[in-house]
């Protein structure tokens, strides 16, 4: 990984000195590359800072490059649940950013849940 980081910053350096105006973007093969890193990065236990600092991307570039790729990206935080009583609700429980709670749901609830909150 770090021989591809060392090219993919070799390229991007000569890409920038060759521009003729700021912001005219990476090409897409760049941009691959860049995404390809990220996935190894991330499944080696990287985060995705790390690996913008490595490659001399902004964090907030990779994240639009990931969320055109694969649809939207988002953060969510993780929050752990308090302990409830005994009596639990069965299946799943959605909790929204707004704080909603929806519990006793089937996967399939989820799923066309999240599809009309979108």
């Known amino acids: 990984m770090e021989e591809r980081i060392v090219r993919f910053r070799e390229l991007t350096r000569r890409l920038l ?5 700021r912001g005219a973007g990476y090409p897409e093969d760049l941009r691959e590359e860049a995404l390809g890193l990220v996935q190894e990065g991330l499944a080696q236990g990287a985060s995705l800072r790390e690996v913008a600092v490595k490659l001399g991307i902004c964090p907030a570039t990779l994240y639009r ?8 990206v988002r953060r969510v935080e993780i929050v752990p649940e308090p302990l ?11 909790v929204t950013p707004r704080g909603y709670r929806v519990e006793g749901l089937g996967l399939g609830d989820v799923t066309r849940l999240l599809e009309v909150l979108r």
């Open 17 to 21: 000195s060759e521009r003729t105006c």
């Open 65 to 72: 490059w990931l969320g055109k790729k694969e649809g939207r």
């Open 84 to 94: 409830l009583p005994v009596e639990r609700a069965q299946g799943l429980v959605l």
